[in-house]
T-cell receptor
Framework: DAGITQSPRHKVTETGTPVTLRCHQT?????MYWYRQDPGHGLRLIHY???????DKGEVSDGYSVSRSKTEDFLLTLESATSSQTSVYFC??????????????FGPGTRLTVL | TQLLEQSPQFLSIQEGENLTVYCNSS?????LQWYRQEPGEGPVLLVT?????EVKKLKRLTFQFGDARKDSSLHITAAQPGDTGLYLC????????????FGQGTILTVHP
């Protein structure tokens, strides 16, 4: 199994509070991704990183920001959580040489509930 | 409108039955992937298909990429309870960085 951990694994918070989710990898992979998973939507890309300090927006980036100060860590921040951000969040990593068919390895997920 | 349409969304069958899951699009792709996700875990890659008409087999699972590279199917022969899970198709969403776009998924339940 790829060495990917996510913390916390579960979190309950209140609307309007800031929340930071952490993804940590031990594989030294260049590319990292944050997805959210909701019923009927599969997984949707929030933000991704293609190197230290290099990040870009995905399909559903509104209300989220990310940071990557080290190769191994990719942080996802909800500046002011809303109930619509209740979801399961997955981090993924990839060696991705820019080819379409690279494998992504997923972490175990963080279940976030915003009350 | 979803880039990838998976069908059916839900499938509940008895052990030993065969089943097929479909992943369709109006777009052409250079490759397509299938992932399987068990409850409480992240998705795990099953297969990548890259050539139109390609067929790949993984034990009781058969994957096919359409000739026009717009669709794919996953066929499971003699399903077992251990096949229970969420099956997702995915394509690269762009020309670089390995970003993936997923279908909505098919939830498969195999009853003993």
């Amino acid at each position: 199994d790829a060495g990917i951990t996510q913390s916390p694994r579960h979190k309950v918070t209140e609307t309007g509070t800031p929340v930071t989710l952490r993804c940590h990898q031990t594989e030294n992979h260049r590319y990292m991704y944050w997805y959210r998973q909701d019923p009927g939507h599969g997984l949707r890309l929030i933000h991704y990183s293609y190197g230290v300090k290099d990040t870009d927006k995905g399909e559903v980036s509104d209300g989220y920001s990310v940071s990557r100060s080290k190769t191994e860590d990719f942080l996802l921040t909800l500046e002011s959580a809303t109930s619509s951000q209740t979801s399961v969040y997955f981090c993924a990593i990839s060696e991705s040489r820019g080819l379409a068919a690279d494998t992504q390895y997923f972490g175990p997920g963080t279940r976030l509930t915003v009350l | 409108t979803q880039l990838l349409e998976q069908s059916p969304q839900f499938l509940s069958i008895q052990e030993g039955e065969n089943l097929t899951v479909y992943c369709n699009s109006s777009s052409v792709f250079s490759s397509l992937q299938w992932y399987r996700q068990e409850p409480g875990e992240g998705p795990v890659l099953l297969v990548t298909v890259v050539t139109g008409g390609e067929v790949k087999k993984l034990k009781r699972l058969t994957f096919q990429f359409g000739d026009a590279r717009k669709d794919s199917s996953l066929h499971i022969t003699a399903a077992q309870p251990g096949d229970t899970g969420l099956y997702l198709c995915a394509v690269a969403g762009g020309t670089s960085y390995g970003k993936l776009t997923f279908g909505q998924g098919t939830i498969l339940t195999v009853h003993p």
